[in-house]
């Protein structure tokens, strides 16, 4: 499977950005996907994270009530809604699939992921 997240860009405190994941190789729709942020100094962190089976969604903490994942499986793509941006949220933003059937706790190691986008770069001014 290979990834292309896009769709970052610069938004100002308060705003949105609709982040997507585009999928080739295989259909999406047996992975578990998450997506992941690294802000600058920081180590990479999960945000939000997208049971296939159950299409179970999670969130971290830090987003909740504001970011929201999603896939389509007939365009074989992966979204990230991101909603009432703060300036915290800057970081680079990447997709990620995982193969097989996990635990739902290890979908937020970036150890248990099969299949990395490149990052897409999302910048929020104040």
């Known amino acids: 499977v290979q990834l292309q997240a896009f769709g970052g860009g610069l938004v100002q405190a308060g705003g949105s950005l609709r982040l997507s994941c585009a999928a080739s190789?295989?259909?999406?729709?047996?992975?578990?996907m998450g997506w992941f942020r690294q802000a600058p100094g920081k180590e990479r962190e999960g945000v939000s994270i997208?049971?296939?089976?159950?299409?179970?969604?999670l969130n971290a903490d830090s987003v909740k009530g504001r970011f929201t994942i999603s896939r389509d499986n007939a365009k074989n793509m992966v979204y990230l809604q991101m909603n009432s941006l703060q300036p915290d949220d800057t970081a680079v933003y990447f997709c990620?699939?995982?193969?097989?059937?996990?635990?739902?706790?290890?979908?937020?190691?970036?150890?248990?992921?099969?299949?990395w986008g490149q990052g897409t770069l999302v910048t929020v001014s104040s």
């Open positions: 990620a699939a995982a193969k097989g059937r996990k635990i739902t706790s290890t979908l937020w190691t970036i150890a248990t992921y099969d299949y």
């Open positions: 997208l049971r296939n089976r159950e299409s179970r969604t």
């Open positions: 190789g295989r259909t999406l729709r047996n992975y578990d």
